[in-house]
């Protein structure tokens, strides 16, 4: 089967101002290389329209209305101290929330079996109630309660190998049984949180912290357990929060990554996805700032995503 590539033109729209890390050339590098290279095996789908009343399953209706209002009618607004928007990101946005929608439909009506979401801004800082690290809605989080919600799913594991702690997700799903939430990250770091010590009310969130300088080695013996619990919980559907600032040649962190650790770490999630969920996997991008290592990565983690699936 084939794998879907979930994007669309508004992300060109959500301009974070001069000199931002989180720019609009981002997603512009991985889509222009995926044109390039013309993989007959990838689907292009836009993101979906989706009712208001999904995001509330996430946010909280009171910071959705407070998004709503911020999104300034020219020149840009801080949402936080580094979360900037521009008049465009009202549908950049809606549309990285839309294209995990999309996503999900897509591996649930057999149009393809797994797939990457290629959006921006990034959801994963963004909590229940707070925009936070260049994320505005959680995208990741509102997929998984999409599949708890829609498709009655009762066992979503979200793998989240950003370097940054997904302090966001992990508010959203401190006390959801429902939701296994893994990360590893560079610790201490931004954002601060993603202790051992932090389970959640259900055993049902593992922080992996590593130390600045952690080598593709280390990382991939770390990532055993994020294997060994995706064993032990056998997830209905996985999601990957994307990032891909692990890489050496990130300006933001300092782990040591190569481009072709993203191949062996989706491959190694996918080997495992069909003992438990018959591949079900979705992607989101989140994190990566160098635009070469980008581009490089999310190549290696697609081809892997259409070679297992
Ligand atoms: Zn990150």
């Known amino acids: 089967m084939k794998t879907g590539l979930i994007t669309s033109d508004t992300y060109q729209n959500h301009n974070t101002g001069n000199g931002h890390p989180e720019k609009i050339d981002r997603v512009t590098a991985v889509i222009d290389n995926f044109k390039k290279l013309d993989n007959k095996n990838l689907v292009w789908k836009k993101p979906s329209k989706f009712n208001k009343s999904l995001l509330e399953i996430t946010h909280n209706s009171d910071y959705i209305n407070f998004v709503e209002r911020s999104f300034p009618k020219k020149g840009l607004s801080f949402l936080d101290g580094d979360t900037i928007i521009s008049p465009g990101s009202k549908e950049a946005t809606?549309?990285?929330?839309?294209?995990?929608?999309?996503?999900?439909?897509?591996?649930?009506?057999?149009?393809?079996?797994?797939a990457f979401c290629a959006v921006r801004p990034p959801g994963h800082h963004a909590e229940k109630n707070k925009a936070m690290g260049f994320c505005i809605y959680n995208n990741v989080a509102v997929g998984a309660n999409y599949l708890i919600?829609?498709?009655?799913?009762?066992?979503?594991?979200?793998?989240?190998?950003?370097?940054?702690?997904?302090?966001?997700?992990?508010?959203?799903?401190?006390?959801?049984?429902?939701?296994?939430?893994?990360?590893?990250?560079?610790?201490?770091?931004?954002?601060?949180?993603?202790t051992e010590q932090d389970k959640g009310k259900y055993n049902n969130i593992f922080n992996i912290p590593l130390p600045a300088g952690t080598t593709s080695v280390e990382y991939l013996n770390a990532?055993?357990?994020?294997?060994?619990?995706?064993?032990?919980?056998?997830?209905?559907?996985?999601?990957?929060?994307?990032?891909?600032?692990?890489?050496?040649?990130?300006?933001?962190?300092?782990?040591?990554?190569?481009?072709?650790?993203?191949?062996?770490?989706?491959?190694?999630?996918l080997e495992l996805s069909k003992l438990y969920c018959n591949g079900k996997v979705v992607s989101i991008l989140e994190g990566g700032y160098d635009l070469l290592a980008l581009q490089e990565s999310t190549k290696m983690h697609v081809d892997a995503l259409i070679e297992f699936n």
């Open 94 to 114: 809606s549309d990285a929330v839309g294209s995990i929608i999309a996503a999900i439909d897509g591996v649930q009506n057999n149009e393809f079996k797994n």
């Open 149 to 194: 919600d829609k498709y009655k799913l009762n066992k979503i594991a979200i793998i989240d190998f950003d370097v940054h702690h997904g302090n966001g997700t992990q508010d959203i799903f401190y006390d959801n049984d429902k939701v296994l939430y893994i990360s590893t990250h560079q610790y201490p770091f931004y954002p601060g949180s993603g």
């Open 223 to 269: 990532y055993e357990f994020v294997l060994k619990k995706i064993n032990q919980f056998k997830p209905e559907f996985i999601l990957l929060s994307a990032g891909f600032d692990a890489h050496k040649d990130d300006p933001l962190a300092q782990f040591h990554l190569e481009s072709k650790d993203f191949y062996d770490i989706t491959k190694r999630t």
